[in-house]
């Protein structure tokens, strides 16, 4: 920041929402504060080794060759080649966006990344490794450690479209990263920004200090002590989320922590030497941070110092602390100081982002941890006459007298200073009243592989145990719009928290893998599975559907309108209404418009949420809900066919409707004078269609016969010759309406195929439908070509859903799922759509999840995804395998860049020459598999979604080349993609070569 702003103007404040981290002796952000808030010192001891003049101690991250590859598409032989800083930071980037609820392809603004990371030495242990060495090219393991890669990388893998910039200013490189974020939220460059740091060094140094170095020969580190003797090396990362606070406040995030000011600066020549601090430099950032931030000093409650326990930089800095705050106030005493440091040692590039999250922690929780190791203060830091004491027990912190506000100060070799001013977050808004949403939510979740997705159902399941005053409400919101979506899929459906922490530990078994099809077929179903009162949840509920209902009533007319409602709508818990809306059921001319604005409200409830079908299929009835979404029909001409259809239909003598568990050639030889084959629904499933008294006679003759059938909830025989009398004049009703071409293919009920225009515009074609066999059967068999698909009944019941899952078509490709539930179940509807929602969504199909919640739900704090980590280290010639640090978990076989766990891969040599075809497949997947580092690949997986990419593919192009001469380029790899493909690319020259 340059300019200056007056205290509490909010246009020029960041929110902290977010922040992750890797540190020593710790699992992560939350197990970090609860150290420190302990007073633990987390750096790791050795014995003391030699003469003993090494330094016994170190702050070790655990785990730090361990990391998810799946997870960011890294195959397991790239993934080793990359170095752990990047491999962490990358980590800690996805962990902190999902914290903060971001998903950045939806994000509306660019996201930025600023981070640095520290000098790599990684590269040289790569060139040890003897399946690295000379097998992959120099510039590749460049790409691959370079710290220029650090902040591209995250975006490249996360799809940040913000700048992205590494920052490089030694030990106070995080810091100056969270200040140039600032900035650039501030001056609109982005509207979300990642900023932090990692130093990682694997394996750890072990430092011999010479006479006067900055390190702590006894391993202890103890900033402003008069027995200080220096800092102690340690690894870690951290970062944080930022956004404009306006923003933040807006979109209801939960803010840490507000950045007020910061500035950065550098030491000049105002010093005794490059590495020397300057107590002016120092000085002036730290007034100009306040100055920018416009606030008092005097008001400053902690400073989170950059305390190395140095003997030449402690007093210094106190210096210049002092220096700066007597700018604002004489006060002695009274804001305390501490320095993480004491906890885990110098973290280097990482130091300033970490105790920017100590101070952020402690500034939003009102307690300062106690700074390690001090008693008394070193001879040359003057702490009697400076405004500071330094912390040295956990302290609470009031805001009694106003926002707890601090400072973080972090120092870089060579001059470069940065100081962020911190502040306590203001309240949040009081939210609008808001009825307590305590229906069915549904609550998605996702993973790369099986594995994570069934540990991410048992974290949340513990985790709504232990927090049943999370409304779970909010849960589902932020599950629905805060999370990443990835291939592996599952979903659960509950409406309190211990009911669904059930269903979620139990919901692996439920678990699919996420299909690459977008073909969803509507389901109307016919009538029969009416009852009263099955739109009255939904009506509630959903806007979407409230307002198709709506004008389905106004268009029907006052009479019909209100009878229709009232069936729709009517209240079980009035019994007298709930019986009238049953029996008014009965008759067609009340029974047909209910069951198609019923149809045509939930199919627009459908398209709200995003799901559009790719085509439609109706029986009978269905047809006109069918074409209704088809757009061959208007609503009004829809519901003018409806009506009068159940007129008409409604006029006819009594008939009856009669499904047999028989096919169409069984059944044929048995139907009497008077009866007809209303419905082929299966291969084993018939509807039989007569006047009253002849369907009764047919049961009776069935039953005799030992074969199932059932009466159907229908008042007329449609389908049947009865139905002949009205046909002429259902034409001419037919030519008032306006029959349009389809927008999206609509299956015919008559004859099983997609129906042309010609078809659908012809009166005739529509009398046709109301009088012969409906082919429903093969009406399916169309609607299932392909192999691949999701079938949704879109009506009462299971009817359809439950003849296509019996279809001999069905394959596992396909889905089929049902809206609403049937009336003897009891269930609720909201909770069935949202069932089916869930199942859509595991599926594949996209939904505009924003509709299915309150507008002014709030994000919940859930737990992040588990990275399902494995061990990437290089194995030098040496050393055939590396030993984990001890505790740390037993490794998975080490991974080499040029194959798997090395025995996994087998030589190429001449005795395995292929002889044909399936030799040669063999072998490219196994040319696939060392360069991709799997230990199998099947014949069609794609070779850059299992994690290659270019640069990969050019070592796979040479591979092929040098070991089957073949020539193969990276385009032809791009056109044909697997091993299967790639064997029907070569020329059948290429293939006998």
Request: charged share 20%; aromatic share 6%; with cysteine.
């Amino acid at each position: 920041m340059s300019d200056t702003h007056p205290p509490g103007d909010d246009s020029a404040a960041v929110a902290i929402i977010s922040m992750a981290g890797r540190y020593p002796g710790t699992a992560d952000t939350d197990d970090f504060w609860d150290h420190l808030l302990a007073g633990d010192e987390l750096i790791t001891r050795f014995p003391e080794a030699g003469d003993g003049r090494a330094v016994p101690a170190y702050g070790i991250v655990p785990d730090a060759e361990w990391f998810d590859s799946a997870y960011f598409g890294y195959s397991p032989a790239e993934a080793l080649l990359i170095d752990p800083q990047q491999r962490i930071f990358l980590e800690c980037c996805a962990e902190a966006l999902e914290r903060a609820g971001c998903v950045p392809a939806t994000y509306r603004d660019p996201i930025g990344v600023y981070a640095g990371s520290g000098a790599s030495s990684y590269v040289d242990q790569l060139r040890a490794d003897p399946s690295v060495n000379g097998v992959v090219p120099d510039w590749h393991l460049q790409l691959a450690t370079g710290a220029d890669f650090l902040t591209t990388r995250v975006s490249y893998k996360l799809g940040l479209t913000g700048p992205a910039i590494t920052v490089q200013t030694a030990c106070s490189t995080s810091l100056v990263a969270v200040h140039v974020a600032v900035q650039a939220l501030l001056t609109g460059e982005c509207g979300l920004a990642l900023a932090g740091g990692v130093s990682i060094r694997t394996p750890h140094p072990v430092v011999v200090p010479p006479e006067g170095s900055i390190f702590s020969p006894d391993g202890h580190c103890r900033p402003f002590d008069a027995a200080a003797q220096g800092t102690v090396g340690a690894d870690g990362a951290g970062v944080v989320v930022l956004k404009r606070l306006s923003d933040a406040r807006a979109d209801g995030d939960h803010i840490h922590a507000v950045i007020r000011g910061s500035a950065v600066n550098n030491d000049g020549l105002d010093k005794v030497g490059f590495t020397a601090p300057s107590v002016t430099g120092q000085t002036t950032a730290i007034r100009t941070a306040y100055a920018v931030a416009g606030i008092d000093m005097g008001t400053v409650g902690y400073v989170e110092t950059h305390g190395t326990g140095t003997p030449m930089g402690d007093p210094i800095e106190i210096s210049a602390l002092t220096k700066a705050f007597r700018a604002d106030t004489d006060r002695v005493g009274y804001c305390r100081i501490g320095s993480v440091k004491s906890n885990i040692g110098h973290t280097d590039t990482a130091s300033g982002v970490i105790g920017l999250i100590k101070a952020a922690l402690a500034v939003e929780h009102g307690r300062i941890p106690a700074s390690l190791h001090f008693v008394t203060p070193g001879k040359e830091i003057d702490l009697d006459s400076s405004p500071f004491v330094v912390n040295a027990e956990l302290t609470p912190w009031h805001d009694k007298d106003g926002p707890r506000r601090a400072g973080v100060n972090s120092l870089g070799i060579g001059g470069t200073n940065a100081h962020v001013v911190l502040e306590q977050a203001p309240p949040p808004a009081p939210p609008r009243q808001r009825d307590a949403d305590t229906g069915p939510q549904l609550l998605p979740l996702s993973a790369p592989t099986r594995e994570g997705l069934a540990e991410s159902a048992v974290r949340l399941a513990d985790h709504l145990t232990k927090h049943p005053q999370t409304p779970l409400a909010d849960v589902a919101r932020t599950l629905q719009t805060g999370r990443r979506e990835h291939p592996h899929r599952l979903h659960v459906v509950g409406a309190d928290h211990t009911a669904t922490a059930g269903l979620l530990l139990t919901a692996a078994g439920r678990a699919r893998r996420r299909s690459d099809t977008t073909r969803l077929t509507f389901l109307f179903p016919g009538q029969g599975g009416q009852h009263p009162g099955m739109g009255r949840e939904l009506y509630a509920w959903s806007p979407a559907f409230r307002e198709r209902v709506d004008l389905c009533v106004d268009l029907l007319g006052p009479d019909l309108g209100a009878a229709v409602r009232a069936a729709l709508l009517a209240d079980p818990d009035r019994p007298e209404e709930f019986t009238a809306a049953r029996e008014s059921l009965v008759p067609m001319q009340v029974a047909q418009p209910v069951l198609f604005t019923l149809q045509h409200a939930l199919a627009g409830l459908w398209q709200s949420l995003g799901i559009a079908p790719t085509s439609v299929l109706g029986h009978s009835l269905g047809a006109y809900a069918a074409a209704c979404t088809a757009g061959v029909l208007s609503v009004a001409d829809a519901l003018t066919l409806v009506v009068e259809r159940g007129r008409l239909l409604g006029a006819l003598p009594a008939g009856a409707m009669l499904a047999v568990s028989l096919s169409p050639a069984e059944l044929d030889p048995l139907l009497t004078d008077g009866l007809s084959l209303a419905a082929v629904n299966g291969a084993a499933q018939c509807v039989v269609s007569g006047p009253v008294e002849a369907i009764a006679s047919f049961q009776e003759a069935l039953t005799e016969r030992d074969i199932d059938s059932r009466r159907l909830h229908i008042s007329s025989a449609a389908h049947s010759h009865l139905v002949d009398a009205v046909l002429d004049e259902f034409a001419d009703i037919l030519r008032t309406v306006e029959l349009r071409e389809p927008v999206i293919p609509w299956i015919s009920d008559t004859h099983g195929r997609a129906v042309t225009a010609d078809e659908v515009q012809d009166p005739r074609y529509w009398a046709a439908h109301l009088r012969h066999t409906v082919r429903f059967d093969d009406a399916l068999s169309t609607a299932l070509d392909g192999g691949s698909g999701v079938l949704l009944e879109v009506g009462p019941g299971h009817t359809l859903s439950t003849l296509a899952r019996r279809h001999r078509a069905l394959s596992d490709g396909h889905g089929v799922l049902s809206s609403l539930p049937h009336a003897v179940e009891g269930t609720s509807a909201r909770a069935a759509v949202l069932d089916a929602a869930g199942g859509l969504w595991s599926h594949g199909l996209p939904l505009t999840w924003d509709l299915l919640h309150q507008a002014d739900r709030r994000g919940a704090a859930l737990p992040t995804y588990p990275f399902q980590r494995r061990r990437y280290a290089p194995t030098p010639a040496e050393q055939p395998t590396r030993t984990p640090a001890a505790g740390a978990p037993q490794p998975q076989p080490t991974h080499s860049a040029a194959g798997t766990a090395h025995q996994d891969v087998a030589p190429v040599t001449e005795a395995t020459t292929p002889t044909h075809d399936g030799d040669l497949a063999e072998r490219l997947a196994k040319a696939f598999c060392e360069v991709l580092g799997l230990p199998e690949i099947d014949a069609d997986d794609n070779f850059f979604e299992a994690g290659g990419d270019s640069l990969i593919a050019v070592r796979l192009a040479s591979l092929i080349d040098r070991e089957f001469g073949v020539k193969v380029t990276v385009r032809t790899i791009l056109l044909a993609p697997s091993v299967a493909q790639l064997l029907a690319h070569l020329t059948p020259e290429e293939r006998e070569e």
